[in-house]
């Protein structure tokens, strides 16, 4: 079956534009996970879901930051007023349970 | 202070030289320890799941074992295909922490 799709791809924005990145979860799945990726790093923790509700956001790194779940299966990540340290890859992952969490192919962020 | 540490950072193999990828842990209340393999420019590709001090796991050249403070990632006889990133990342609370990856290359 499909896994974890994310849009865009790619997204260039200038420092200040807000912008929005989707995250398709595998059907069914209940939870969803954002991490953040920064080059040469491994991923970091920003938020979760358990259906549309947000259970953990302690790694959204200011207010800028937000997602929302609403129907409990699409997510969608949204930065605020870029800046260049957002510059990273954003990886979605969805789990059916506590379990192993899949991961989809990412966006990457450039702020210039 | 919850901490997954990798090692080593980098990694150049010839093809068919075993060797074995470390990934030590503190993590308080560890649920589950991962293995993802991921590719340049490609999300984490899950690997294995290990749960407790003991168990071993094994997919083609690939075997994970787990002791309480550590988790060994051995790569036998390795060929080209295996180039990648390895991941570790532990369970804390529903999230996963992950180390910063061993870069393994292997040359034919």
């Known amino acids: 079956g499909a896994g974890v799709s994310q849009s865009p791809r790619y997204k260039v924005a200038k420092r200040g534009q807000d912008v929005a990145l989707r995250c398709d979860p595998i059907s069914g799945h209940v939870s969803l996970f954002w991490y953040q990726q920064a080059l040469g790093q491994g991923p970091e923790f920003l938020t979760y879901f358990q259906n549309e509700a947000q259970l953990d956001k302690s790694g959204l790194p200011s207010d800028r930051f937000f997602a929302e779940r609403p129907e409990g299966s699409v997510s969608t990540l949204k930065i605020q007023r870029t800046q260049q340290e957002d510059s990273a890859v954003y990886l979605c992952?969805?789990?059916?349970?506590?379990?192993?969490?899949?991961f989809g192919p990412g966006t990457r962020l450039t702020v210039t | 202070e919850d901490q997954v540490t990798q090692s080593p950072e980098a990694l150049r193999l010839q093809e068919g030289e075993s060797s074995s990828l470390n990934c030590s842990y503190t993590?308080?209340?560890?649920?589950?320890l991962f293995w993802y393999r991921q590719d340049p420019g490609k999300g984490p590709e899950f690997l294995f799941t290990l749960y407790s001090a003991g168990e071993e796991k094994e997919k083609e050249r690939l075997k994970a074992t787990l002791t309480k403070k550590e988790s060994f990632l051995h790569i036998t006889a390795p060929k080209p295909e295996d180039s990648a990133t390895y991941l570790c990342a532990a369970e804390h609370t529903d999230k996963l922490i992950f180390g910063t990856g061993t870069r393994l290359q292997v040359f034919p």
């Open positions: 992952a969805s789990s059916p349970g506590r379990l192993e969490q899949y």
């Open positions: 993590v308080s209340g560890l649920r589950g």
